[in-house]
């Protein structure tokens, strides 16, 4: 099963880490702590009943994998909608080997679910178009519920979904009854969340973009097709024109065309109403946010190739497309790491050398702790969380272990899973005084070991936004040894006067 491939080949991270931790709490409290949190329940819930049958924590990667096999069997059945078995296959082959769709099936988050509701919205709204039937507007309605409660996103395909209907009914009122009378329990259950969606919709605004940017546009091409850059954008681009080519190709026999024109007008207005929203508060054009138009962008550019009547072009656009995901699938196993970067915003290339790099590093703090040390994890703001919230989870939360955070933590930036006396703002908020500290680091190890922080101009003329360490210089702490995995650090420091001699000799540590 290719989404298996290298399952356990990264440390869990601080978004998977943000998961397990709401798994603490029973199902009601579950929803009770998402009201603090950038997502609503649903997820949790299944991974918690993932948990409780299975027992395992790093294993409810397994329940990614089993949803993400999933995914490729609703593309066949989107494809079935619009054209014959061969095409269907074709597009559920898409759903195999796009890059978002892997990434999302191996790691601890709800977006892969949330790709498998997109796509089952659109069928069954597809066939209750068809049909009207009442099972079909039902099953899209409880589609729609549970795509909201895993990802708020969601409004964006219903409202399209609701213009369509308008649009294609216009003045005939007797029937709007079948969708609204089936739609009605499911708004009622969305408005239990909607403070909450307004909450939500603030606390994203305080951190991301004011308005989408140009760039944005242009890296959502090469999400949507590959997901992986190939470790440069202008080669990623070439190689993903085959899938952009296709997709306008769809685009432009499809405006027009019967039940295709709803994929096209779905992704249309999912799209302005994405950006209208973005124009009046936070820019939401983010790629794995606007992860609910990628099961249709691959179809419509399966069909913008499939439905050209020249052989030689169909056959060479459709092996542009798929020798593209072949590509973006090679080279997101082949440089695992890396790729995991792409996806990860703001990661930063932390474990780009070393996928292990946060439990390796967190198991030599293990073996050297002892009796009144204390961690400290001290990094730039926007990315100091990405250790500490995975370094307690493997401690398990039995050390003194704090975040420096002299500023305070950003509401998106895991505030929420803080417990008290978890964050420190000065060496004077360690209480008793340690004898060690253990510092956890993103930043540059020789800021911290380098011999110019011994020198007498050093301690004498303090370290420039550096006041903790500045601090703990001045309580005769000094560096003694640097444990190094991947682009993470972990500087020992001792008292002048306290002998950790025999201590380090029983271990030997990296470098």
Not at 115 to 123: D, E, G, T
Not at 165 to 191: D, G, K, M, Q, T
Not at 253 to 263: A, D, E, W, Y
Request: aromatic share 20%; charged share 15%; with cysteine.
């Amino acid at each position: 099963m290719v989404h298996s491939l290298r399952l356990f080949d990264m440390d869990l991270w601080f978004d998977e880490v943000a998961i397990l931790f709401q798994l603490e709490y029973d199902f009601a409290g579950i929803w009770d702590f998402c009201k603090s949190e950038n997502f609503p329940p649903f997820y949790p819930w299944i991974a918690k009943l993932w948990k409780i049958t299975f027992g395992s924590d790093l294993g409810i990667r397994y329940s990614s994998v089993l949803i993400g096999s999933l995914i490729p069997l609703a593309f066949y059945a989107l494809g079935r909608e619009v054209g014959n078995r061969r095409f269907a296959v074709l597009v559920a082959i898409t759903g195999i080997f796009s890059g978002p769709i892997l990434y999302f099936s191996q790691i601890i988050r709800m977006y892969g679910l949330f790709i498998l509701l997109a796509s089952l919205s659109y069928l069954f709204f597809i066939k209750a178009l068809r049909t009207d039937h009442w099972k079909y507007w039902f099953l899209t309605a409880l589609v729609n519920l549970l795509a909201f409660y895993t990802f708020l996103f969601a409004v964006f395909f219903i409202a399209a979904e609701f213009v369509i209907v308008v649009w294609l009914r216009r003045l005939e009122f007797r029937r709007y009854f079948r969708p609204l009378l089936a739609h009605l329990p499911s708004f009622l259950l969305i408005l239990l969340w909607i403070t909450t969606f307004f909450t939500r919709y603030r606390v994203h605004g305080s951190y991301l973009t004011p308005s989408p940017p140009i760039q944005e546009f242009y890296e959502s091409w090469v999400y949507f097709g590959t997901g992986v850059n190939f470790g440069n954008w202008p080669i990623a681009f070439v190689i993903n024109l085959p899938i952009l080519i296709g997709f306008i190709f769809g685009c432009w026999r499809s405006l027009t065309k019967g039940i295709t024109s709803v994929f096209v007008w779905l992704f249309i207005l999912s799209v302005l109403f994405v950006l209208s929203t973005s124009l009046v508060g936070a820019g939401f054009f983010w790629r794995r946010y606007m992860l609910f138009l990628l099961p249709i962008y691959l179809l419509i550019a399966i069909y913008g190739w499939y439905c050209l009547s020249n052989n030689r072009v169909r056959n060479l656009g459709l092996s542009g497309v798929f020798l593209a995901l072949i590509l973006g699938t090679a080279f997101y196993y082949s440089n695992y790491t890396e790729a995991h970067d792409l996806f990860r915003n703001r990661w930063h290339t932390i474990e780009r050398i070393d996928g292990h790099s946060m439990s390796k590093g967190a198991q030599d703090i293990t073996e050297l702790f002892r009796e009144g040390d204390v961690i400290v994890h001290y990094s730039t703001p926007s990315v100091r969380s990405f250790t500490f919230f995975p370094f307690i989870y493997y401690h398990n939360r039995k050390y003194s272990e704090h975040l420096l955070a002299e500023d305070g933590v950003a509401d998106h930036a895991g505030v929420q899973y803080l417990k008290p006396g978890d964050t420190i703002a000065r060496y004077a908020d360690l209480d008793p005084e340690p004898f060690g500290i253990f510092i956890v680091t993103l930043s540059d190890a020789a800021v911290f070991t380098a011999d110019i922080l011994e020198s007498e101009m050093v301690l004498s003329k303090p370290l420039k936004g550096m006041t903790f360490l500045n601090e703990i210089f001045a309580a005769e702490f000094k560096p003694e040894k640097t444990i190094t995995h991947g682009n993470i650090s972990i500087i020992y420091f001792a008292k002048a006067d306290v002998n950790t001699t025999t201590k380090y000799n029983t271990h030997e540590m990296g470098n």
